[in-house]
T-cell receptor, first 113, second 110 residues
């Protein structure tokens, strides 16, 4: 089975801190994604990556950056956390393209105080 | 730009009753359409997907969905709901970078 893991299930940070959210997949998928999930808004795409060192902005990239140094790992970085970034963050990976199934991690619930 | 609308934020049905969750999409070409389910405290699980061919697709857990191009819809159905179906359901569209709807929360009454 494909496994997508995220470094933390729950995280509490203070405003202004630099925050790293890590995602690792074990199935050699080329493509990886970061979403945030908020009640009433569903999942919104922050960034995605289709190869090592490649990245593309999604719909809400402001305040975030990403890093993909290795194929299996995709990191989301909050350079200076703000309270409006309190959310559930979901990582996903997918093999190839053409509408294949995305496999999701369990999510990281981030609270910024 | 691709987008998805799920008009119903919350639906309550009785156990054993039929279910239909609505999804409307906007996409410039032939869409790839998906339904995912998220149970409380769980990750998202794929229920079914549509790429082409037969417009009625079968998924896991007894769910099915029908693609209607003329209505830009991809509604999810189940003939008889079980208490374990209580969850949040997301419709998604896209070929590579998917877009999700806001979700429909399903409550099942005993």
């Amino acid at each position: 089975d494909v496994k997508v893991t995220q470094s933390s299930r729950y995280l509490v940070k203070r405003t202004g801190e630099k925050v790293f959210l890590e995602c690792v997949q074990d199935m050699d998928h080329e493509n990886m994604f970061w979403y945030r999930q908020d009640p009433g808004l569903g999942l919104r795409l922050i960034y995605f990556s289709y190869d090592v060192k490649m990245k593309e902005k999604g719909d809400i990239p402001e305040g975030y950056s990403v890093s993909r140094e290795k194929k299996e790992r995709f990191s989301l970085i909050l350079e200076s956390a703000s309270t409006n970034q309190t959310s559930m963050y979901l990582c996903a990976s997918i093999w190839g393209a053409q509408g294949n199934e995305q496999f999701f991690g369990p999510g990281t619930r981030l609270t910024v105080l | 730009a691709q987008s998805v609308t799920q008009p119903d934020i919350h639906i309550t049905v009785s156990e054993g009753a039929s279910l239909e969750l609505r999804c409307n999409y906007s996409y410039g070409a032939t869409p790839y359409l998906f339904w995912y389910v998220q149970s409380p405290g769980q990750g998202l699980q794929l229920l079914l997907k549509y790429f082409s061919g037969d417009t009625l697709v079968q998924g896991i857990k007894g769910f099915e969905a029908e693609f209607k191009r003329s209505q830009s819809s991809f509604n999810l159905r189940k003939p008889s709901v079980h208490w374990s179906d209580a969850a949040e359901y997301f419709c998604a569209v896209g070929v590579y970078d998917m877009r999700f709807g806001a979700g429909t929360r399903l409550t099942v009454k005993p």
